[in-house]
């Protein structure tokens, strides 16, 4: 993506947070060569998530949406999330994790059904037939990061690109719903 074409030159201040590192007054101009970290992110971003959505559809039948909701599910307990907490978890709108949920149930690997504690509720839980298309899945998914993305890397690059990532994750705040369970025992 070409950004002097559609971005204003100079950006307007970005402040950051004290203790950073970073300028608390910055001034970027699409031309500045630091925006090359930018736009190589994105790139790379994008040519990772499509091979490996790929490899998922052609080995298993499954997106990597799918997978990274199912995922979701079989870290929770009981293999459950309310909805809202799903959609937080992969990034998704309600709309959208709503329309994803509806595929995963249509294939039989995710049960829908009404939170018993909130009429208003709804929640998503893995079934047996998802758990076993995830497993078999995962092998191909972990397969892809240590091909395409780990083994691009040194293991200083990759402390170094963990610790940045993490730094600017932690510095936009962590997404998430306060949103009680569905159900006793601990069940979300």
Do not use: K
């Not at 993506?1 to 699409?30: E, N």
């Amino acid at each position: 993506m070409r950004y002097d074409c559609v971005m204003p030159s100079p950006l307007p201040s970005i402040a950051t947070a004290p203790g950073t590192g970073a300028t608390s007054d910055v001034h970027l101009a699409a031309s500045d060569p630091r925006v090359e970290t930018w736009r190589a992110f994105l790139h790379a971003h994008a040519l990772l998530i499509r091979r490996m959505d790929e490899e998922l559809q052609a080995a298993h039948g499954v997106s990597l949406a799918e997978y990274d909701a199912m995922l979701q599910l079989v870290n929770a307990p009981g293999r459950r999330l309310r909805m809202s907490v799903l959609a937080d978890r992969v990034l998704l709108s309600r709309s959208g994790i709503t329309r994803l949920v509806d595929r995963l149930v249509a294939a039989g690997m995710v049960e829908r059904s009404a939170c018993i504690t909130d009429a208003r509720g709804a929640e998503a839980s893995l079934t047996a037939a998802g758990l076993e298309r995830l497993r078999a899945a995962s092998r191909t998914h972990l397969d892809g990061v240590g091909r395409y993305f780990l083994g691009e890397m040194d293991e200083a690059e990759r402390a170094a690109m963990e610790h940045a990532l993490y730094r600017i994750a932690a510095g936009l705040g962590t997404p998430g719903t306060t949103e009680p369970p569905c159900g006793p025992g601990g069940r979300a």
